[in-house]
């Protein structure tokens, strides 16, 4: 079992800046995979961000390529994803996920733990 606490959203005006974390907890963390999805009210989960297990490889989704950034830290079993230039678009809930798929996955179903999610909103 992983267990894993996002912190870090809050309210923003667009155009601004927040730096979301996930602390993971329970099993190796450097042994998973990680991802970081979105869900706005009346909307599907989707797909943000991901990180290998060592932080050497990133893919993002097209809607936030450019602005937004993953990272990891090992040794604090933690995962980051810096927000900037924010748009009211971005508002959503912010969960992590961890999955033991070596392979970039963009798939939710994929992710076997989950956070609880943190909210984000941006205002115009």
């Known amino acids: 079992q992983v267990q894993l606490v996002e912190s870090g959203g809050g309210l923003v005006q667009a155009g601004g800046s927040l730096r979301l974390s996930c602390a993971a907890s329970?099993?190796?963390?450097?042994?998973?995979?990680m991802g970081w999805f979105r869900q706005a009210p009346g909307k599907e989960r989707e797909f943000v961000a991901t990180i290998s297990w060592s932080g050497g490889s990133t893919y993002y989704a097209d809607s936030v390529k450019g602005r937004f950034t993953i990272s990891r830290d090992n040794a604090k079993n933690t995962v980051y994803l810096q927000m900037n230039s924010l748009k009211p678009e971005d508002t959503a809930v912010y969960y992590c996920a961890a999955t033991t798929v070596v392979a970039v996955t963009t798939r939710s179903t994929r992710y076997d733990y989950w956070g609880q999610g943190t909210q984000v909103t941006v205002s115009s």
């Open positions: 329970g099993r190796t963390f450097s042994n998973y995979r």
